[in-house]
């Protein structure tokens, strides 16, 4: 199990939001924890420097494409980038230095799971190099899958057979658990546990880790699976302008841990 580190980019700076806000029309409701001073490729290349895998680059809408573009050249082949990726682009971002495309709306179209699109981006950039963002909020006692920014639910459940379907397509699961993203109150355990039970390829958690022990207790849901549940901290890192946990932290925990 490991820390993964993350670089989300909001109208071209690296920032850390409340993902519960933010809203299409980038209106008044949207909540920023963080706003750096540094370019994309600062956090690109100390992710590198200290050995930090597996991380992602996400584009929080338009206009964040160069950020992107200098966060994945400072490390080429050690980012995943997600953010409005189709089966036109695809391609493109992995020749910027992609290891991974992240996708959630262009297969998860109109409140389903197309399976045509789905088929046609893995035949575009491969398996291997496909990760599916199953990123959710809980209604009615289920986790459904969101998309458009996490605004839009669709008719998709987090379950077992749909993580068994999916994961015939794709590397990695990317679940951003929505509900507690970006507010540093605590990982919501009941969707971390459901995805280390049920998952059968390595996925990432992400939402409201405030401290080392957050990651610790991720550790501990995922008991034996520690390869396939891995977890990212965003609005409590230091680096982030977090109080919670310190950049050197992430590194000695990945340096004892990871596997």
């Known amino acids: 199990m490991k820390i993964r580190p993350c670089i989300d980019l909001h109208q071209g700076k690296v920032k850390q939001i ?6 299409d029309d980038n209106s008044s409701s949207l909540r920023e924890n ?14 590198r420097d ?3 895998t597996g991380g992602h680059v996400i584009m929080l809408g338009p206009g964040n494409e160069e950020a992107a573009r200098q966060a994945l050249s400072e490390w080429p082949d050690g980012l995943q980038i997600g953010g409005g990726i189709n089966a036109d682009n695809a391609s493109f971002w992995l020749d910027q230095g992609a290891s991974h495309v992240i996708v959630t709306s262009y297969v998860f179209y109109r409140g389903e799971i197309n399976y045509q699109r789905l088929k046609k981006l893995v035949k575009i950039v491969g398996k291997k190099r496909l990760v599916l963002d199953l990123s959710c909020r809980k209604r009615n006692n289920s986790y459904f899958i969101v ?3 996490w605004q839009k639910f669709t008719k998709v459940p987090i379950s077992r057979q749909l993580v068994q379907d999916l994961a015939a397509f794709c590397d990695e699961f990317l679940v951003h658990g929505v509900d507690v993203e970006g507010k540093c109150q605590g990982i919501d355990e009941e969707l971390a546990g459901l995805l280390a039970e049920i998952s059968p390829i390595p996925t990432t958690y992400a939402g409201g880790a405030r401290s080392i022990e957050d990651a610790l207790r991720i550790k501990e849901i995922g008991k034996n699976r520690l390869d396939l549940l891995d977890l990212t901290i965003g609005s409590a890192l230091d680096i982030f302008g977090g109080t919670g946990v310190t950049f050197q932290e992430v590194v000695d925990f990945n340096r004892k841990y990871a596997q």
């Open 18 to 23: 409340v993902g519960s806000t933010l809203a």
């Open 34 to 47: 963080f706003t750096a001073d540094k370019p994309p490729a600062y956090f690109s290349a100390l992710f």
């Open 50 to 52: 200290h050995k930090l």
């Open 147 to 149: 998309t458009d920014r």
